[in-house]
């Protein structure tokens, strides 16, 4: 079945640095993938939309310019948190389709020290 | 805005018993329902997809229901099983086929030996 790997699985950075979050299709091209985050005790968010090719469409009160997404390939998506603060540290977690379907990276625990 | 809600929030539950998960959602305009199985630490597995159009799935000890009209899901468990332990997410596709999913908060589930 179709597998999405998402590098790393756990970070820890110090405040103001930046994390690079990347999610892999193995088997497959994503023509879109997916990245959302989750606070503790709280629900999964969509934070954005990727298309490989093009300017990702990010959710409502989420900082294009905080989250970098590029989506450079049919296979590959990352997720860029620049400048990163304490409030920052979430689950992020990456899902990928290609158009027949979805699957979900592994995930990735942000610590921001 | 979509809104889902997962009752109960946590259930622990002898082995062997069968049991119920609930979901709620508040705009019934779905294209589909889709329950996930969340571990610790972990990515999402995607366990049943119910279209909008059906009413229920079934794999193995798994049972989920959709009633689109009252916007409501149920996800059935018969016999479970300690490997059952885990966090149950219920999300659904915002429409068309967009894959950009809303999420529960969950219902984590312990399967007492």
């Known amino acids: 079945g179709a597998v999405v790997s998402q590098h790393p699985s756990r970070v820890i950075c110090k405040s103001g640095t930046s994390v690079k979050i990347e999610c892999r299709s193995l088997?497959?091209?994503?023509?879109?993938m997916f990245w959302y985050r989750q606070f503790p005790k709280k629900s999964l968010m969509l934070m954005a939309t990727?298309?490989?090719?093009?300017?990702?469409?990010?959710e409502q009160g989420v900082e294009k310019d905080k989250f970098l997404i590029n989506h450079a390939s049919l296979t590959l998506s990352t997720l860029t948190v620049t400048s990163a603060h304490p409030e920052d540290s979430s689950f992020y977690i990456c899902?990928?389709?290609?158009?027949?379907?979805?699957?979900f990276g592994s995930g990735t625990r942000l610590t921001v020290v | 805005k979509q809104e889902v809600t997962q009752i109960p929030a946590a259930l622990s539950v002898p082995e062997g018993e069968n049991l119920v998960l609930n979901c709620s959602f508040t705009?019934?305009?779905?294209?589909?329902l889709q329950w996930f199985r969340q571990d610790p630490g972990k990515g999402l597995t995607s366990l049943l997809l119910i279209q909008s159009s059906q009413r229920e799935q079934t794999s193995g000890r798994l049972n989920a229901s959709l009633d689109k009209s009252s916007g409501r899901s149920t996800l059935y468990i018969a016999a479970s099983q300690p490997g059952d332990s885990a966090t149950y997410l219920c999300a659904v596709d915002r429409g068309a086929g967009s894959y950009q999913l809303t999420f529960g908060k969950g219902t984590k589930l312990s399967v007492i030996p």
């Open positions: 088997d497959f091209q994503a023509t879109t």
């Open positions: 705009d019934s305009a779905i294209y589909n």
């Open positions: 899902s990928a389709t290609q158009g027949t379907g979805y699957t």
């Open positions: 990727s298309n490989e090719g093009s300017k990702a469409t990010y």
